[in-house]
């Protein structure tokens, strides 16, 4: 029987991929996956059989996969953070079951954008948090920004994905506008772009300032909670320790 | 100047770990963390120079890793999952911090707890989610609880870290009793007992019969949206493409 494997390889270079991502790419048939990701991990694994298909072309990327699976082919399937986060993971199942296709599939963790951004940024998410997606391409804008209310409401922690893209621009300063009614100003935000990749660059801006910073489709918006603080540079959420025991 | 990397290792096997989790435990002069912790990644490192303090004493032996670290040591204080996610980062910083120690201090993030358990019950976090850890030892248990409520109103998928311990063994139901104001009896449930280990279980259950379902303290507890289905044994919170764009 043929597999398909989802593998999130992390954030975009081999330090962060884990041993079984990097196994299973290895040792996979055929290696399938948006055109961008199939360049990030080519120059670690040159001499595999890649098929890259351009972004929005999801549904036939998957179901040319599971084609390639029911073939008794071993496919890994690749995307770039954790495939279980905003990743393949779930398309290639509802596809999978509605091919009734007779094929075994593993999804294999990876360490996901919030996780390599907090740790470019100090130690934002020590506490409960919300992990939103700005994009409304299939989420509709209202539900978004009901959820940014929620986690407001709630003094979480809040990671923004997909906080921009050309069309999307003003999203980020509505959630801010949100954010403002339940916390300071100068409530700590972290940008980073390209987390965990050559080109990354990371700043620490306020609540108060972001709109003015500069986000774009590359970059993930950690926004901390009342009791997150910036010091020598690093953005803390304190876990409690300091409170509870003293230092 | 001395070191000191936060390091994530995982869930556990050496599989999920990352290659540079790899890279530092294997060229740390100290490698250093709580017992389980220590035992856990031994078998994979036998060679290296442990120090293992017992739970409970976070503070002790973060102090002892700085220490080690303005000795020019180079110092990986080990955790499970994610360090920068309720790991051991978020103390380190500020304990440095208190302590002007002039040393280096990287966190190297993992595969957390919550990613793990969504690849062995299918693809449930592919939609906007939040993480609350059920633990009130540090947040009181009336934040806990709003936080629910804030993830039950915005219909976001809930990970539930450190569901019970023999203290705390009605959090869970509490929880239940919230999210059933907003959500399905049917709504799907997903519990990982020591995910990514090798006595790893699992079940999937639904919210109307969570409290009768066995959670511990090595257990996750996922729990689906409004959207969240289970077919052919998997939990899926579909992405949406199938409603925008038919398959």
Request: charged share 25%; glycine share 8%; with cysteine.
């Given at each position: 029987m043929g597999k398909l494997y989802a593998v999130g390889f992390g954030p975009g270079g081999y330090e962060h991929m884990t041993q079984k991502a990097i196994d299973v790419i290895q040792n996979a048939d055929k290696v399938v996956g948006y055109t961008?990701?199939?360049?990030?991990?080519?120059?670690?694994?040159?001499?595999?059989?890649?098929?890259?298909?351009?972004?929005?072309?999801?549904?036939?990327?998957?179901?040319?996969?599971?084609?390639?699976?029911?073939?008794?082919?071993?496919?890994?399937?690749?995307?770039?953070?954790?495939s279980g986060i905003y990743g393949m993971a779930g398309i290639i199942l509802e596809l999978a079951n509605e091919m009734k296709a007779d094929i075994e599939i593993e999804t294999v963790p990876g360490v996901t954008a919030a996780s390599m951004a907090a740790s470019v940024l100090g130690a934002p998410l020590m506490r409960d948090f919300a992990v939103v997606s700005l994009s409304d391409l299939m989420t509709p804008l209202e539900l978004i920004m009901k959820r940014i209310e929620c986690a407001g409401m709630g003094d979480l922690v809040l990671c923004l994905y997909n906080p921009k893209s050309k069309k999307r621009t003003d999203y980020v300063n509505q959630a801010t506008d949100i954010l403002l009614k339940?916390?300071?100003?100068?409530?700590?935000?972290?940008?980073?772009?390209?987390?965990?990749?050559?080109?990354?660059?990371?700043?620490?801006?306020?609540?108060?300032?972001?709109?003015?910073?500069?986000?774009?489709?590359?970059?993930?918006?950690?926004?901390?909670?009342?009791?997150?603080?910036?010091?020598?540079?690093?953005?803390?959420?304190?876990?409690?320790?300091?409170?509870?025991?003293?230092?």
């Amino acid at each position: 029987m043929g597999k398909l494997y989802a593998v999130g390889f992390g954030p975009g270079g081999y330090e962060h991929m884990t041993q079984k991502a990097i196994d299973v790419i290895q040792n996979a048939d055929k290696v399938v996956g948006y055109t961008t990701y199939v360049e990030m991990v080519k120059p670690y694994f040159p001499d595999k059989d890649y098929v890259a298909t351009p972004m929005m072309k999801e549904i036939d990327r998957c179901k040319m996969a599971i084609e390639m699976a029911k073939e008794d082919q071993t496919v890994a399937m690749i995307s770039s953070g954790d495939s279980g986060i905003y990743g393949m993971a779930g398309i290639i199942l509802e596809l999978a079951n509605e091919m009734k296709a007779d094929i075994e599939i593993e999804t294999v963790p990876g360490v996901t954008a919030a996780s390599m951004a907090a740790s470019v940024l100090g130690a934002p998410l020590m506490r409960d948090f919300a992990v939103v997606s700005l994009s409304d391409l299939m989420t509709p804008l209202e539900l978004i920004m009901k959820r940014i209310e929620c986690a407001g409401m709630g003094d979480l922690v809040l990671c923004l994905y997909n906080p921009k893209s050309k069309k999307r621009t003003d999203y980020v300063n509505q959630a801010t506008d949100i954010l403002l009614k339940y916390r300071d100003p100068e409530t700590p935000v972290g940008i980073v772009r390209h987390a965990g990749r050559k080109e990354e660059t990371s700043l620490i801006t306020t609540l108060g300032q972001l709109k003015e910073a500069p986000v774009d489709m590359f970059s993930i918006v950690l926004i901390g909670n009342s009791e997150t603080y910036v010091e020598n540079g690093k953005m803390i959420t304190p876990r409690g320790y300091e409170k509870k025991y003293g230092f």
